[in-house]
């Protein structure tokens, strides 16, 4: 039982690129979300999931895009990237009734130059 | 909008030393709370959380009070050990699976 894991761990892009950050999960949860983390200013919620098929914007959802096209996975793709996306990406999922009890992927660290 | 604060770091103790870790938030109605533990190198893990007013949540030696009247949910530990080395976060979630985090707070213990 893997739990989260996200793909790749730490990549480098160059502004104007394009990227596709995966997040698998082997829970059966529901519930998957995508968050940024920056310095001072905890974690953001980008867009999340509420089941397979649906994707709802979170509170930073601006130059991101994302699909659940299976239970399992997440994918959040950025089209062009900007130096101001430069952050640590956390995956992570719940279900049922304990939806607010997440389960973190170990992050994803992108730095856009 | 509902919003979590959280005290600024880091915050430095030796072994054995009592921690605290503010936290106050601003929610209407009656939010969950919650704390989560991010340890070097890894994501974010459930410490402990609270769904009522008065409600105390506990794991691991931690502990946190859901005082409502003080809108606070401050983190506390009787004695700290160097595995305890984490960033805090502080959270709360009003619409079911939507969790709103603080800025997190950096906790060093020396040996």
């Known amino acids: 039982n893997a739990g989260v894991t996200q793909t790749p761990k730490f990549r480098v892009l160059k502004t104007g690129q394009s990227m596709t950050l995966l997040c698998a999960q082997d829970?059966?949860?529901?519930?998957m979300y995508w968050y940024r983390q920056d310095p001072g200013m905890g974690l953001r919620l980008i867009h999340y999931?509420?089941?397979?098929?649906?994707?709802a914007k979170g509170e930073v959802p601006d130059g991101y895009n994302v699909s659940r096209l299976k239970k399992q996975n997440f994918l959040l793709g950025l089209e062009s990237a900007a130096p101001s996306q430069t952050s640590v990406y956390f995956c992570?999922?719940?279900?049922?009734?304990?939806?607010?009890?997440?389960?973190f992927g170990p992050g994803t660290r992108l730095l856009v130059l | 909008g509902d919003s979590v604060t959280q005290m600024e770091g880091p915050v430095t103790l030796s072994e054995e030393a009592f921690l605290t870790i503010n936290c106050t938030y601003t929610?209407?109605?009656?939010?969950?709370l919650f704390w989560y533990v991010q340890y070097p190198g890894e994501g974010l893990q459930l410490l402990l959380k609270?769904?009522?007013?008065?409600d105390k949540g506990s794991n691991k030696g931690f502990e946190a009070t859901y005082r409502k009247e003080t809108t606070s949910f401050h983190l506390e530990k009787g004695s700290v050990q160097v595995s305890d080395s984490a960033v805090y976060f502080c959270?709360?979630?009003?619409?079911?699976?939507?969790?709103?985090f603080g800025a997190g707070t950096i906790l060093r213990v020396k040996s």
């Open positions: 992570a999922s719940s279900y049922g009734d304990k939806k607010e009890t997440q389960y």
């Open positions: 829970m059966n949860h529901e519930y």
């Open positions: 999931s509420v089941g397979e098929g649906t994707t």
């Open positions: 609270a769904t009522k007013a008065d």
């Open positions: 929610a209407t109605g009656y939010p969950s």
């Open positions: 959270a709360l979630s009003r619409y079911g699976n939507k969790l709103v």
